[in-house]
């Protein structure tokens, strides 16, 4: 029986279908979309409760100290790389992403008896493993969601639904700023560990569900291969990443990226080591720079970031992010306060999560599924630290030279201009793909 137009204008002004409108969501996308915004959703929160506590413990560590947590943080990256390489080798996709996240739960807990035991000197140890660990826990769970989500939406879906998927990370990170502002003085370090273990286990939850409703956008032959073991050698991200010029593109915005953004946590550091001494209000101080970063991106990627992306294109969004930096870093130079520091902080984060990295996300929906997993996760984990490690022990080399937050950012603006040349060449090769693939 036909529907009648009354009906059908009932089910137009229906909330849900006017949200779904404004988000960009077509039909048959809701279910998958809403299981990954909670997968997404409950990462960042367990993320933003412990980004605060590593944040405080390495400065109670001295920052002086921090290029060393920066090396061991890469030495972890190089060890436990090829571990999850042979893990997606072997494994399913839903089997390796429970395995993954429930050895960091497992972790979580070892450090909550070490930080009830541990005093003195022995807890400045266990608060420097912590800040390593909680810096290789964040890329590797962060990178396997997105190795998911772009195994199950195709480019196009890309464009307009991972800005809003990375919403939910930033409302992840909102609430979790809350918490911690919340519970912190009552609970304290251990309690928010325990909190952050039960979220590791609802996106456990989420990434099953995603899995049973994603298979509505895949063949039948399609579903049977996404339930498989991908295969390859352990080393294949890493010599894979190498061989091709579109993905070292990828890897070098990472790297450049990754380089002046431990610049701005130097300073930060700095900052809070001179302004604070008291542990508590070190913790509620980054907090609340994350709560702010967050409230002001979330409308940006609500609303605003996948038309961006269709409008302007996957390459020009990219390029955003560097040209603030340049922007920004010209402006640290000219003008060295702390007001202009946390502006450029805010804007540099503000515009990495609502643009560029929705945009870097679509860039491996073009590429082959076994490179959507290792190559991904060697970019986004080893290439990362591998530029924290130059950046950092660079830093400490310059403060050693006497140089200011003027000098360091002088530096920045080259380091700059380089990243903005790479994006147009990212978006260049994007588009020439796109242009193959429709004639």
């Known amino acids: 029986m036909p529907t009648s137009n009354t009906e059908t204008q009932a089910q137009e002004s229906h909330p849900g279908n006017i949200l779904m409108r404004l988000l960009n969501v077509h039909r048959g996308e809701g279910r998958a979309l809403v299981w990954a915004g909670l997968y997404i959703f409950s990462l960042f929160l367990a993320y ?51 395995v993954t996240y429930r ?60 800005g809003v998927l990375a919403a939910g990370a930033t409302l992840g990170g909102i609430a979790g700023s809350v918490l911690t502002l919340s519970l912190v003085e009552f609970i304290g370090q251990q309690g ?57 593109g990828i890897a070098g915005f990472m790297l450049l990226y990754s380089m002046t953004s431990t610049f701005l946590y130097f300073q930060q550091a700095a900052i809070a080591e001179n302004a604070f001494s008291d542990s508590a209000a070190r913790i509620a101080f980054f907090a609340g720079i994350d709560f702010w970063v967050n409230s002001l991106t979330l409308a940006l990627q609500l609303f605003l970031t996948g038309r961006l992306i269709g409008w302007l294109g996957v390459g020009t969004t990219l390029c955003s992010l560097p040209f603030i930096s340049l922007a920004g870093f010209t402006c640290l130079a000219a003008w060295p306060t702390v007001a202009v520091f946390v502006v450029i902080q805010v ?9 560029a990295r929705p945009a870097r996300e679509v860039l491996f929906t073009r590429v082959p599924r076994e490179d959507r997993y290792k190559a991904k996760n060697f970019i986004d984990t080893v290439v990362y630290r591998i530029g924290d490690q130059v950046a950092g022990w660079s830093y400490a080399g310059l403060a050693a030279l006497g140089l200011s937050m003027t000098g360091v950012s002088l530096v920045a603006v080259p380091l700059s201009a380089l990243w903005l040349m790479l994006s147009l060449w990212l978006g260049s090769r994007n588009r020439s793909q796109l242009s193959a693939e429709e004639i």
């Open 192 to 248: 928010l560990l325990l909190i952050a273990v039960g979220l590791l286990e609802v996106a456990v939850r989420a990434s099953r569900g995603l899995a049973r409703h994603s298979d509505v956008f895949h063949s039948p032959l399609q579903r049977e291969a996404d339930n498989q073991a991908l295969g390859g050698g352990i080393f294949s991200g890493m010599t894979h990443t190498f061989r091709s010029p579109r993905l070292m």
């Open 48 to 98: 933003y409760v412990l980004r605060p506590v590593r944040d405080e413990l390495g400065v109670a560590g001295g920052v002086r100290h921090l290029p060393w947590l920066f090396t061991g943080t890469l030495l972890a990256m190089l060890a436990i790389n090829p571990l999850f390489a042979a893990a997606v080798r072997r494994w399913s996709r839903e089997r390796f992403i429970t």
């Open 103 to 162: 050895f960091f739960m497992l972790n979580l807990l070892a450090f909550i008896a070490l930080m009830t035991v541990a005093t003195g000197a022995q807890l400045v140890w266990v608060g420097r493993a912590f800040f390593i660990w909680v810096s290789v826990f964040n890329l590797f769970v962060v990178s396997v969601f997105w190795s998911f989500v772009v195994d199950v939406f195709e480019q196009e879906q890309g464009k307009r639904l991972f």
């Open 347 to 355: 804007a540099r984060r503000v515009s990495n999560f609502g643009l």
